[in-house]
């Protein structure tokens, strides 16, 4: 079990009075909100969470996508916010968040899943940094719009796999990524993406036009870093662990 016990916080213009958000004991203030890690916790089925008990310790905000609520209590994490439309948590775990002062958002809107949610919310408290877990193992149409979450909400959010980290990348959002050399990495392209730049990888683009095909499959950091931006269209990035 993650061991994350929590105490109550004073009030923060951020995160709003103590009798909605319970703090967590070992995390460093959030000192001016200068930088916000923000943590999203998503509700793919698993017993526990220890795997990524070190992001749990690291962040300054926890968001549960709905049922993933009841995950987090089962593994002692305590949660900041839940989101949702709240058709996968049971009335008594939201009965349990109230008690326990978690701020409760309900989004009933159907025209985006509860992650897009989470990292709309998330970017709109100007988050710094913004990290998924817990959403490997359902269905595969779930998995898929996960990736497309990241497109959605026009964010730089790592979405942590067992096996791989998904990072998205647009016109707007060039990314810089560190990375150990050596390390196998897949770019793809989600329709036409023009005037790709990639530096650091084995094989390298300048001013590329890609289209949706299996050509960006294991390629090989040379650099400690990558640079990877485009034009216009969406890219995204799988980097192996």
């Known amino acids: 079990m993650v061991e994350n016990h929590c105490r109550r916080m004073p009030d923060d213009p951020l995160r709003g009075s103590n009798n909605e958000i319970l703090g967590i004991i070992d995390k460093p203030p959030l000192l001016g909100h200068t930088m916000l890690r923000v943590l999203i916790i998503g509700n793919a ?17 926890i968001i549960a996508c709905d049922g993933a609520l009841e995950t987090c209590r089962n593994s002692d994490i305590s949660v900041d916010i839940v989101i949702g439309d709240m058709d996968s948590i049971s009335n008594e775990a939201l009965e349990y968040a109230k008690s326990a002062g978690v701020k409760i958002v309900k989004l009933a809107d159907q025209n985006n899943n509860d992650l897009s949610k989470a990292i709309n919310h998330a970017n709109n408290l100007a988050a710094t940094d913004i990290t998924i877990v817990n959403v490997d193992g359902g269905s595969s149409d779930h998995q898929f719009a996960n990736y497309l979450s990241l497109i959605e909400a026009e964010s730089t959010a790592r979405l942590m796999l067992n096996d791989c980290i998904v990072t998205a990348v647009s016109n707007n959002m060039p990314l810089k990524y560190s990375i150990e050399m050596g390390t196998e990495f897949s770019l793809f392209s989600l329709g036409v993406c023009t005037g790709v730049e990639l530096i650091g990888g084995k094989w390298q683009l300048e001013n590329a036009e890609l289209e949706p ?20 269209g969406h890219l995204l990035l799988f980097v192996s662990n």
């Open 45 to 61: 089925p698993t017993e526990n969470l220890s795997q990524w008990s070190h992001l749990i310790k690291e962040s300054d905000l």
């Open 213 to 232: 095909s299996s050509m960006g499959l294991h390629n090989i950091a040379i650099a400690d870093k990558l640079s990877i931006s485009c034009a216009s």
